[in-house]
């Protein structure tokens, strides 16, 4: 095993009552399920073998407090990172769940015109080359030892087909990145391999609201 891997860490469940994109919207924290899931995450990487020395998280409240259970068991700074924030969604504050799910609305239809793009928000090829160059910058900074980036479910899935060489276009309820799941890649030399894939909260998802991306 090598002596250095990077884990892309999504944060716990949203307190989100009305079931809203909520997207970069601020105001957004974790529920008190969130708060467990964020731990479970965090005794996970504790409890390896490994050492993490690296932590990095967006800059939303949901990323900010799910890295701090990570933070104070491993006794490591939260380093805000812009490049791995959520996208923009022209779909943010409204309803995502449901009969009510804007999506589901024809007046909102014409913005499905570009679907690969996607033509709702940032671009699919431009969220993953600001998730890859985070992610190399933060290898380059550290000569050995682990990397947490505590991120949200969109970008850790375009850094996941983007590394595995895959069509970045997908349907959103295909991710496979569960509330408080843990992606870990390595770098070898100037590739990135996709090596690991875990749910430490898995005990905690079946109730759990996740309405929050597209």
């Not at 008190?32 to 490994?50: K, V």
Request: glycine residues 8%; charged residues 25%; contains cysteine.
């Amino acid at each position: 095993m090598s002596d250095k891997l990077l884990h892309l860490v999504r944060h716990g469940e949203v307190d989100n009552p009305d079931r809203v994109l909520y997207g970069r919207l601020p105001g957004f924290y974790l529920s008190e399920r969130g708060q467990s899931m964020a731990e479970a995450a965090a005794l996970e990487l504790a409890g390896s073998d490994r050492q993490v020395v690296k932590l990095y998280a967006s800059p939303l409240e949901r990323t900010r407090q799910s890295a701090q259970p990570i933070a104070s068991a491993l006794g490591l700074d939260i380093v805000l990172e812009d490049r791995i924030i959520e996208p923009t969604n022209s779909f943010e504050g409204m309803v995502n769940s449901g009969s009510d799910a804007a999506f589901k609305k024809p007046r909102y239809w014409h913005r499905y015109w570009n679907p690969f793009r996607p033509s709702w928000g940032e671009p699919y090829r431009q969220i993953a080359d600001r998730m890859r160059h985070a992610m190399d910058d933060a290898w380059d900074s550290v000569r050995g030892g682990d990397i947490v980036m505590v991120s949200h479910q969109n970008p850790i899935w375009m850094a996941h087909l983007d590394v595995a060489g895959k069509p970045l276009f997908h349907n959103p309820a295909s991710r496979r990145c569960d509330l408080s799941s843990i992606t870990t890649f390595e770098r070898r030399g100037e590739r990135w391999f996709e090596v690991d894939y875990r749910t430490p909260a898995q005990g905690l998802l079946e109730d759990a609201v996740d309405v929050g991306a597209v």
